[in-house]
């Protein structure tokens, strides 16, 4: 025989397929009811096979539940519906507490912006003062009298390194 090989299961019309990949895999699909597609049967035969009333008394006698099962699993699906239900309407509020906290946040969170962009005109811009001061020191006296002339600070020509220093770190006098 050859392989992969087609095996059916089901009626001419309405069926299922399967590849049998070697002898050993149509054997178990064979075991399962799977057959060629010339031994499948068209559906009015199948119905045939199966008559309708075909079925004894004998078929049905394990069929019936008896009252008090059905009931208690009626009593049993009554109680699910019931947690069920709770269960959505506590779901349900829930979310409309979520819903109303988002609303919440957004709503504080614009007024914290507000609020910022408020804080944020009250804050000084950073003067000249407030800038970080050069080490003066580390300067040689002809770099602090051109910081001197920049300023249009007087000095005498004699004036020390700690005088020039002491010029240019004294508060600016208006006159």
Excluded at 47 to 66: I, L, R, T
Excluded at 93 to 111: G, P, S, V
């Amino acid at each position: 025989m050859e392989y992969p090989k087609m095996l059916y299961l089901g009626s001419t019309t309405s069926h299922q397929n399967e590849i049998a990949q070697n002898a050993e895999h149509e054997a178990e699909l064979r075991e399962l009811g799977f057959v060629d597609f010339a031994d499948l049967e068209d559906e009015v035969n199948q119905m045939m096979g199966s008559a309708v009333g075909g079925a004894s008394s004998e078929d049905f006698k394990n069929a019936y539940v008896p009252v008090e099962q059905f009931d208690a699993v009626s009593e049993d699906l009554v109680q699910k519906e019931l947690q069920l239900s709770v269960a959505q309407t506590e779901r349900d509020q829930f979310k409309a507490e979520n819903d109303e906290l988002k609303a919440q946040l957004n709503i504080e969170r614009e007024a914290n912006l507000q609020l910022q962009q408020i804080i944020d005109s009250f804050e000084p811009e950073p003067t000249q003062a407030q800038t970080i001061a050069p080490d003066y020191n580390a300067l040689t006296a002809d770099q602090l009298r051109t910081l001197l002339d920049e300023k249009g600070i007087k000095y005498l020509a004699r004036d020390d390194k700690p005088t020039l220093i002491g010029l240019l770190t004294q508060p600016a006098k208006k006159e």
